[in-house]
């Protein structure tokens, strides 16, 4: 009955049968049919809302998704079977939105998720942006960059009618409301609240991703993250982040204004969660429309305060933004005579200059956050306690009780039941479903870890998953995967601190021990996902580097049959969906004390591979879930870390030329084959860096790594059964990383929704 009812509709919206009609045809009337069932599960707004405002929301595709989420994927799938059409054909058609980058905006998209099917009121506050960060290809070794398109009129985000006032640099432009619609599984519809202006012209973007940035009523909202090295970017940055807030601001006082608020008691109607520093100014933008509607400045800052939180997702001095008063001055002058307040109020809370939020004529948007939220949190307890002890350590002496841990997690709908479909079921098939709602049922896994025939299947699983990668890695980039190797994976943003280069010189030390007649135990294909910011030069020479050093193990007919590198271009979400269930060891190498938490680490283990990886963010809980003998760790403690940072004692010049292995492997990358195949330029500054700089402390890992990941690979060769019981305990622990169990904890101790 259901199957004839949904055929009905797709028939009706196609204006033919499904025979008749094309695969676009089809995709509109999904995307249509799909959305009016997402209406129907809105439900009245009553008491506290939550407001997730973040500058990045990584959504990924959302036909699967929201068909698995309505209970209604299976139905299409078999509809769609009898009339001859495929519905995997249909989610190739699907543009990914462009509306994030990395983990900052992935967490976003699965919180929305999880709220919705806890049925939690709860939108999200962003920005619509055209281009995304930017489509990434690789041309002659090197990142090229180009405009990620994805909006067409087959686009989830609709356009209404709202409209909000913003003032930018003294002039009014409009802010248009977008909405996409959030189904929880078998919960709610929430929101996602998108702003653009109406006067966004992308035809001023010249070569690659180049545009002019003092146009800003054409550019505002092209780019994620624009460039912001020079004085036009940076105030492109605040022009981008005070559209957000000042537009979700209004949003958010016009929505509870008609759930009753009088905004005195706006606690009781908002529960605004700020999401790292980028939607700060909404602290001020409140004051400020708080002002206008005749509340004092004393009381308007304890109402925010009230109603505010923030998380903190690093530790990283770049990436905790300070913006000088100067270029706030120019660009949001309403704002400055309320954040100098702010910063009275906080010199007058303590006598710490380091507390204070105006420092040297800049202003500290954390300190801002902080001083004036009344929850502060870290996102992996290491991460937190870390926050807690160094790095805002005077802020947590000022308030004790503001502090508070909330490790990631993720959705278990996308990054199990829609990514890894035979891994679902053959689960479902032992324990049943119950854990596409209660993540923890996944612990009766445990029964089965040393039944054979359950361990067998499980290998035959991650056989027919990394086939499946091979097949679309040959489809998208023309390479072959030896698909009877190890995969190992390494795939988050290309940053130095997650060191990238670490596996480099790994990749290139098998190499050299290969062409000297010592060769692995196992053959190993190296799959990288990474994207480096248009201004970070060092991450993309490591890009070039590792492209390069791809073509030179190519070249080698008694090396390509052991390594093999493979860079996947423009990696995204629906490339993560491929290569995570076809993963056997997950690359979770950052510095300790560098990565907050990381939910990479979660998604593979939930896939069913072995972590490799330091005592870093939330993989210092992954290894207490799953044990010791079902990871492999290594490398120098956070506490070790950071007393060499405290101490600066760390020469990486000393470490190369004391130990002729590491040395051997950093000078490979100016060796004859590297420069005969690469650029000069590139790979000797990178050489340079690593030698007089290597500011995260690669050097000090390197034997570790060495010998953590040639134990790894033996363990793999060695033994694929005993390989698979770990798999499945890794599987089994997993739950607790479930982002339904992160939220229902933002919401007993922060956010109290009804």
């Given at each position: ?20 009609a094309s ?6 009337a ?10 129907k ?13 973040s ?11 929201n ?7 299976e ?11 495929n ?28 709220i ?6 709860g ?6 942006y055209?281009?995304?960060?930017f ?12 405009p990620?398109?994805?909006?067409s ?17 003294g002039k ?5 409301l977008?909405?996409i619609?959030?189904t929880g599984?078998?919960g709610?519809?929430n ?7 109406d006067?966004?012209?992308?035809s ?5 991703i180049?545009f002019?940035?003092s ?13 912001d ?8 940055r ?7 807030v000042?537009a979700?601001a209004?949003?958010i006082?016009e ?6 608020s ?6 009781d109607y ?8 980028h939607?700060?100014m ?12 005749g ?23 770049e ?12 660009v949001?002058p309403?704002?400055?005579?309320i954040?100098k ?5 906080a010199?007058?809370?303590?006598d ?5 939020i ?24 290491l991460?937190t306690?870390i926050l ?7 802020f947590y002496?000022l308030?004790p ?23 679902c079921?053959?689960?479902e ?12 049922e ?15 299947e499980?290998i035959?699983?991650?056989?027919h ?9 040959k489809?998208?980039q023309?390479?072959e995967l ?16 997650k060191?990238?280069q670490?596996?480099?010189?790994f ?23 990474a994207?480096a ?9 490591i890009?070039?580097?590792l ?17 093999q ?12 969906e ?8 997950s690359e979770?190498i950052?510095?300790?004390s ?13 896939n069913?591979?072995?972590?490799l ?10 290894a207490?879930a799953?044990?010791n ?6 490398g120098a403690s956070?506490?070790?870390v ?11 010049l ?18 004859d084959?590297?420069?005969s195949?690469?650029n ?15 500011w995260?402390?690669?050097f000090?890992d ?31 622990h ?9 939220i ?6 922060i956010?109290?929704?009804?």
């Amino acid at each position: 009955m259901m199957n004839l009812e949904i055929e009905k509709q797709l028939t009706s919206l196609c204006g033919k049968t499904l025979k008749e009609a094309s695969n676009q045809e089809i995709y509109h009337a999904l995307l249509l049919y799909v959305q009016s069932e997402s209406k129907k599960k809105i439900q009245k707004e009553e008491g506290r809302k939550l407001y997730y405002i973040s500058a990045e929301f990584l959504i990924g595709k959302l036909l699967s998704n929201n068909l698995i989420n309505l209970g209604i994927y299976e139905d299409v799938k078999e509809i769609l079977n009898n009339s001859g059409k495929n519905l995997a054909d249909l989610e190739e058609m699907e543009l990914e939105p462009s509306l994030g980058n990395g983990g900052l905006g992935r967490l976003a998209a699965c919180f929305l998720d999880s709220i919705a099917t806890l049925n939690l009121l709860g939108d999200g506050i962003g920005l619509r942006y055209h281009f995304g960060l930017f489509h990434q290809n690789f041309k002659n070794n090197l990142q090229n960059e180009t405009p990620d398109i994805w909006l067409s009129d087959d686009c989830w985000a609709e356009k209404t009618d709202v409209t909000y006032p913003v003032m930018l640099a003294g002039k009014e432009v409009k802010a248009r409301l977008y909405t996409i619609y959030v189904t929880g599984y078998e919960g709610r519809t929430n929101r996602l609240n998108l702003f653009d202006l109406d006067t966004i012209d992308e035809s001023i973007v010249e070569e690659g991703i180049c545009f002019d940035k003092s146009k800003i009523l054409e550019n505002l909202t092209l780019f994620l993250y624009p460039d912001d090295s020079d004085e036009a970017g940076r105030l492109l940055r605040i022009y981008q982040q005070y559209l957000m807030v000042s537009a979700g601001a209004q949003l958010i006082l016009e929505e509870c204004h008609k759930r009753g608020s009088n905004y005195h008691d706006l606690k009781d109607y908002a529960a605004i969660q700020i999401n790292d520093t980028h939607p700060s100014m909404v602290i001020p933008e409140l004051i400020r429309l708080l002002e206008e509607k005749g509340i004092e400045f004393e009381e308007a800052v304890e109402i925010v305060e009230q109603v505010c939180a923030y998380t903190n997702h690093t530790i990283l001095s770049e990436a905790l933004e300070k913006w000088p008063v100067s270029s706030l001055e120019k660009v949001v002058p309403q704002l400055m005579p309320i954040i100098k307040k702010l910063d009275e109020v906080a010199r007058k809370r303590s006598d710490n200059e380091n507390t204070a939020i105006i420092l040297n004529d800049v202003v500290h948007m954390a300190h801002m956050d902080i001083h004036f939220s009344h929850s502060t949190n870290g996102v992996a307890q290491l991460h937190t306690d870390i926050l807690k002890e160094s790095e805002l350590a005077d802020f947590y002496a000022l308030y004790p009780d503001k502090f508070n841990n909330k490790t990631n997690g993720i959705t278990f709908r996308r990054w199990l039941i829609a990514c890894n479909p035979k891994l679902c079921a053959f689960i479902e098939s032992l324990i049943g479903k119950g854990f596409h709602k209660n993540a923890s049922e996944l612990e009766k896994l445990l029964d089965h870890v040393n039944d054979e025939k359950v361990l067998g299947e499980l290998i035959q699983i991650k056989k027919h998953n990394k086939h499946q990668l091979n097949v679309w890695m040959k489809k998208k980039q023309g390479i072959e995967l030896n698909e009877d190797a190890m995969f190992s994976i390494q795939s988050k943003r290309l940053h130095e601190y997650k060191r990238q280069q670490l596996n480099l010189l790994f990749l290139i030390h098998q190499y050299l021990e290969i062409k000297n007649g010592h060769k692995p135990s196992v053959p190993l294909v190296s799959i990288f996902g990474a994207k480096a910011a248009p201004a970070y030069t060092i991450a993309k020479d490591i890009i070039h580097a590792l492209l390069t050093l791809s073509n030179v193990f190519n070249e080698d007919e008694a090396v390509k049959k052991w390594l093999q590198i493979v860079m996947v271009e423009n990696y995204n979400v629906s490339a993560a969906e491929k290569m995570i269930p076809a993963c056997d060891l997950s690359e979770q190498i950052s510095l300790a004390s560098k990565e907050a938490s990381g939910t990479g680490n979660m998604k593979f283990m939930l896939n069913g591979a072995l972590t490799l990886g330091t005592m870093d963010g939330a993989n210092v809980e992954i290894a207490q879930a799953v044990g010791n003998d079902n990871i492999f760790i290594f490398g120098a403690s956070s506490k070790q870390v950071i007393e060499r940072y405290q101490k600066n004692d760390y020469c990486a010049l000393d470490w190369y030329e004391s130990d002729p292995n590491l040395k051997r492997a950093v000078d490979f990358i100016i060796s004859d084959e590297m420069l005969s195949m690469g650029n000069e330029e590139n790979l000797r500054r990178l050489h340079h860096e690593l030698i007089h700089k290597d500011w995260f402390q690669t050097f000090p890992d390197f034997n570790a790594y060495l010998v953590r990941k040639g134990q790894a690979m033996e363990e793999y060769s060695r033994d694929e059964k005993l390989w698979a019981k770990k798999a499945l305990i890794n599987i089994a622990h997993a739950g607790f990383f479930s982002s339904d169990r992160t939220i229902e904890e933002y919401n007993r101790d922060i956010w109290h929704l009804h």
